[in-house]
Structure formats: C-alpha cells, structure tokens
C-alpha cells in the first residue's frame, strides 16, 4: 500500500535555530514529492517539490528539503525559524498518474 | 476568482439532513479534487475530476456520498442523510494539469468545515 509517514506529531524548535519536519513515504516508482503547510482556518499552501534532478529543492518562506532515495524520505528544513512559521504541516506523495496521498501532518511551534 | 472558492465554509446539519458543498476552481483547471479532513488528520482522497468526466471515486466513503462536476467547472460535493462520522473538512482542490494534477502542486481552497449534530 502507498503511505506516507511524518513520525512526529509536533516538534518545537526556538526561533532563530534550525528546524526539520521528517517525512518518509512508500511508493512505488518515482512519485513526485511535495510540501504544504495550513494555517488555523485556512487551506493548504503549496511551500515545494521535488519532481526530479537536485535533491535539495527550496521552496517558499524560506522553507527546503532534501529528498533522500536510498531512504525514501523528504525531510523538511528551516535554518533559522521565525514564530510566524508555527503552523501544521503535510507531506504528500503523488505518483505519476495517480492522487496525492498525505501525512498525518506535523505541527510546528516555534517559540520566541 | 484569483483562487479555489469553496461554499459554505461553515456547515451545521442535523443527523439525517442531506448537505451540498460548492466548489468554485481556479478558471481553466482541468483537474479537481475533494478531499476530507477529519480533525487531527491529513487530508484524506475522495474523488476526481478530469474536465466533466469523474474518473476517480473510489475514496467516497459509502453511496450517501456522490460528486458532479456537469460542466467541467464548478462541482458539488453531496452527503445525503448525514452522520455525526461525517463531520470533517471538505477540501476542494484544482490544477491545471490532466494526469491527476501531473507534476503540478495542487491548489487549495479554505474548505467547507460540516458538523453534524
């Protein structure tokens, strides 16, 4: 079965460190990779992909991550976080041809 | 509009109603997407569209829950005879590609909020 995994229902990082959101995923063939992010209230915001080439893609925001075939994961990263960046964040995989599948999310706090 | 409309944003149905969720895409998508989010969760895949032709529902939960998109524009979402396990989000998503969406990221609206009582 196709499934994506965001180990951490929340991590908490001070503002001005770095911060990373882990995502693993289970999919077959090459899906494309994306990272989305929702405020309180609010749809989903695009922040990236990856579709192919350089495995460090940046994105909105800030806002980068790498993918890593060999361990099929596409952690999200932040080197310096700002309190504005708290929010709940999504891992989604698409195949090819197929939907977009996501994570159970991960909400970032990120504290003065 | 310059973005997904989703109508209403707020919905409160008694158990039994049936409830009609509106989605207005971004002019032009060819794709379009419902997706539902119960509380705490990640959005979870119900239909697509591809222009009119309804090409994916095998993530509708049980018959009570039907889609239409007749014109390859707006579509609706219906839930007849609502149960309180229905209560969730319902997010309509569009994108300019065929193919599901292609390579191209997915464009949210804010979503419909149902709870049933």
């Known amino acids: 079965a196709q499934s994506v995994a965001q180990p951490e229902d929340q991590v908490n990082v001070a503002e001005g460190n770095p911060l990373t959101v882990k995502c693993t995923y289970s999919?077959?063939?090459?899906?494309?990779l994306f990272w989305y992010v929702q405020y309180p209230n609010r749809g989903l915001q695009f922040l990236l992909k990856?579709?192919?080439?350089?495995?460090l893609v940046k994105g909105s925001y800030g806002f980068e991550a790498e993918f890593n075939k060999s361990q099929t994961s596409f952690h999200l990263k932040k080197p310096s976080a700002l309190v504005s960046d708290s929010a709940l964040y999504f891992c989604?995989?698409?195949?090819?041809?197929?939907?977009?599948?996501f994570g159970q999310g991960t909400t970032l706090q990120v504290k003065p | 509009g310059a973005g997904v409309s989703q109508s209403p944003r707020y919905k409160v149905a008694k158990r039994g109603q049936d409830v009609a969720l509106r989605c207005d895409p971004i002019?032009?998508?060819?794709?379009l997407f419902w997706y539902q989010q119960a509380l705490g969760q990640g959005p979870e895949f119900l239909t697509y569209?591809?222009?009119?032709?309804?090409?994916?529902k095998s993530g509708l939960p049980s018959d009570r829950f039907f889609a239409e998109r007749p014109e390859g524009s707006v579509s609706t979402l219906k839930i007849q005879r609502t149960q309180q396990e229905d209560s969730a989000v319902y997010l309509c998503?569009?994108?300019?590609?065929?193919?599901?969406?292609?390579?191209?990221?997915?464009?949210f609206g804010e979503g419909s909020r149902l709870t049933v009582l």
């Open positions: 998503a569009s994108s300019p590609n065929r193919l599901a969406g292609g390579r191209e990221e997915l464009f």
């Open positions: 999919v077959s063939g090459n899906p494309y």
């Open positions: 990856y579709i192919t080439g350089d495995n």
């Open positions: 989604a995989v698409k195949p090819w041809t197929g939907k977009l599948i």
């Open positions: 002019s032009g998508h060819v794709s």
């Open positions: 569209f591809q222009n009119e032709a309804q090409l994916d």
